[in-house]
């Protein structure tokens, strides 16, 4: 497959994420899994986008756009945006930041890194620090992954506040495609922790398309909505584009 019809499909894939629909801060919303490691001198191009299906912010979307390159074998760093759109109005951008991943390497089996964010508030919204501890269990072609979120906007009154995200996934034809579930959910903030809170988990795929030039991942799927997210929503669409340059 040539690399001309590979940038092709990113666009054409990138720009449905794009098309009129609409974003809110649900759990996994833009939201990814990552990984613990790093491989070096690669370069990574990644929308990620959600919508919400059903209940009372039906329609409502995230997406995030991220450049990544790792210039060696334990350091990546990216730069990204996020935009919302909330139902009935305009897609906007909520915040523009930097992200550092740091790889401490394996303990026990599992891969371990550690996250640093910095975004800068657009329209309304805040500063923000966030902060990730990033563990991966491979073996063979099973992977399963947990980030543990801490994230403090820069704002007074504003907490201190826990989220997590996690996936488990297989490999059942070659190395092209997966097939697993992902969960990502709210855990509380310093003065109320674990309390009634939003969740979402569900089954996605995964897939590849490799040939002359980069290679193209897309990930898609459903997340059922659990605990007070139902109050809001059943659950949300999924789509991932991510181009290995």
Request: charged share 25%; net charge negative; proline share 3%.
């Amino acid at each position: 497959m040539s690399k001309r019809f590979q940038i092709a499909a990113f666009c054409c894939l990138t720009a449905l994420a794009w098309a009129p629909q609409t974003a809110c801060a649900a759990p996994g919303m833009g939201d990814e899994v990552y990984g613990a490691t790093v491989e070096k001198g690669e370069v990574e191009l990644e929308t990620t986008y959600g919508r919400l299906a059903g209940g009372p912010d039906h329609a409502e979307d995230g997406t995030k756009i991220e450049l990544a390159y790792s210039p060696t074998a334990r350091l990546r760093i990216a730069a990204l945006t996020e935009l919302e759109r909330e139902a009935g109005g305009r897609r906007k951008a909520e915040e523009a930041g930097i992200e550092a991943i740091y790889a401490l390497g394996r303990l026990g089996g599992v891969d371990v890194a550690i996250y640093g964010e910095y975004s800068f508030g657009l329209n309304g919204h805040a500063d923000a620090l966030e902060g990730k501890l990033l563990l991966e269990r491979r073996a063979g072609k099973f992977d399963a992954r947990l980030n543990l979120v801490a994230e403090k906007p820069l704002a007074h009154g504003e907490k201190l506040a826990f989220d997590y995200a996690a996936s488990v996934d297989y490999a059942i034809a070659g190395d092209e495609l997966r097939a697993g579930i992902m969960a990502f959910g709210e855990l509380g903030t310093t003065d109320h922790f674990m309390p009634r809170a939003e969740h979402f988990v569900g089954p996605v795929l995964q897939t590849e398309i490799e040939g002359l030039g980069p290679e193209l991942k897309i990930q898609a799927g459903y997340l059922f909505a659990l605990g007070k997210a139902r109050d809001d929503t059943k659950g949300q669409f999924r789509l991932s584009l991510e181009l290995e340059l």
